[in-house]
């Protein structure tokens, strides 16, 4: 837990700023919760072992620390690892322990993800998302300008297939019609 002592010991810690300690907060936060999902999934399947007596799921230290980009800003974090050696038994492939809070694949928040196309939409071009990402998360957010011309491609293309739906199954006039009356 995060205290606040006006004592000598802790003057370094106090003197982070709002968002530094906004952004340890959110740090300790989701490593407590990423440590109480393994010790749930551990506790589900503490029964099972194999024909030695030995638990089939246990604790296999932790992942390499990561940066996530959360709206607390960039987070490091070191995700527990699961050693799962059950099989399934329709498949014969083992069974693996995924994290619901932070799945491997994740190294920014849903949230940010979100920011990015209003940004865009409101005229920040391609080449200064790094820096005004940086003045905000605190690190360029792995979005460099080249990533940034892909998302807005992927944008577009959503965009097209937006556009081009049929609106007829929707009570409208089609989209045909919609770009006659246009």
Not at 41 to 61: I, K, M, P, T
Not at 111 to 139: I, R
Request: with cysteine; proline share 4%; glycine share 10%.
């Amino acid at each position: 837990m995060l205290s606040v002592i006006a004592d000598e010991t802790t003057g370094a810690e106090l003197r982070l700023d709002l968002d530094g300690l906004a952004r340890e907060g959110a740090r300790r936060m989701l490593a407590a919760a990423l440590e109480a999902e393994v010790d749930a999934y551990l506790a589900a399947f503490a029964g099972e072992r194999d024909e030695h007596g030995r638990r089939l799921v246990v604790r296999n230290g932790h992942a390499r620390q990561r940066e996530i980009l959360t709206a607390a800003g960039a987070v490091a974090v070191q995700a527990p690892r699961v050693n799962d050696r059950r099989v399934d038994p329709v498949t014969g492939q083992r069974i693996r322990f995924r994290s619901v809070i932070l799945p491997p694949w994740c190294r920014k928040s849903p949230k940010v993800a979100e920011v990015l196309p209003l940004l865009y939409l409101h005229g920040l071009s391609t080449g200064d998302f790094v820096a005004a990402l940086e003045g905000f998360f605190g690190s360029g957010a792995g979005l460099s300008a080249p990533v940034i011309t892909r998302l807005v491609a992927a944008w577009q293309a959503d965009y097209q297939v937006f556009c081009q739906r049929d609106l007829i199954p929707y009570g409208g006039l089609g989209v045909k019609s919609v770009v006659g009356l246009a």
